[in-house]
């Protein structure tokens, strides 16, 4: 009897059960799967470039969102180097996708940690990522760890999620902790 109970518990990421996702699927998922590089950065563009609220931003997002790179890295590489954290994650994500510039993870690294250190849970969030998958850098699973807990202390899910997959040993037995994955 034990063993048929055990086969339904599952170790699922603590911000899973927060936002109800608990199902097979999410379990089966991952947050940061990579989109081809000729998929564009509509999404990125989207989500991180809402209309209209972002002031001199807006007329980079109008730029991407017409193709014309050269035009957008006018406006945005000033903004980037004046500390606007926006400006510098949507920098480092044309260098790690190679849009409109030489793809060059070294040059997404540089500025997705300006943005990083200056706060910004996304570029944290993605500052992790390249860690964990050794993009740019050597492949520095406590260093990824210690930038998606600064981007889960400001309540960025993904890093959440990440971190309970982490924790349940699916990137390494080594950092396997049962007492930071809630069970279900």
């Known amino acids: 009897m034990l063993a048929k109970k055990n086969w339904r518990r599952r170790l699922i990421p603590p911000a899973a059960v927060v936002a109800g996702l608990a199902?097979?699927?999410?379990?089966?998922?991952?947050?940061?799967?990579?989109?081809?590089?000729?998929?564009?950065?509509?999404a990125t563009i989207k989500k991180l470039?809402?209309?209209?609220?972002?002031?001199?931003?807006?007329?980079?997002?109008?730029?991407?969102?017409?193709?014309?790179?050269?035009?957008?890295?006018?406006d945005l590489r000033p903004l980037a180097e004046k500390g606007d954290t926006k400006a510098q994650v949507l920098l480092g994500d044309l260098f790690l996708k190679g849009q409109g510039v030489p793809h060059n993870y070294s040059m997404a690294w540089q500025w997705y940690q300006r943005a990083a250190l200056a706060g910004n849970a996304q570029a944290q969030f993605k500052l992790a990522n390249m860690y964990r998958k050794g993009l740019g850098v050597?492949?520095?699973?406590?260093?990824?760890?210690e930038w998606y807990g600064r981007a889960a202390e400001q309540d960025y899910v993904e890093a959440q999620y990440m971190l309970g997959l982490i924790h349940s040993g699916r990137f390494g037995?080594?950092?396997r902790d049962p007492r930071k994955v809630v069970q279900v």
């Not at 699927?25 to 950065?41: I, K, M, R, T, Y």
Request: charged share 25%.
């Open 23 to 42: 199902g097979p699927a999410f379990a089966a998922s991952e947050p940061d799967q990579d989109v081809p590089a000729d998929a564009g950065l509509g």
């Open 49 to 74: 470039l809402p209309v209209g609220k972002n002031g001199h931003l807006d007329a980079v997002r109008k730029a991407l969102d017409h193709g014309d790179t050269d035009a957008a890295l006018d």
């Open 138 to 145: 050597p492949y520095y699973l406590s260093k990824a760890v």
């Open 173 to 175: 037995g080594a950092w």
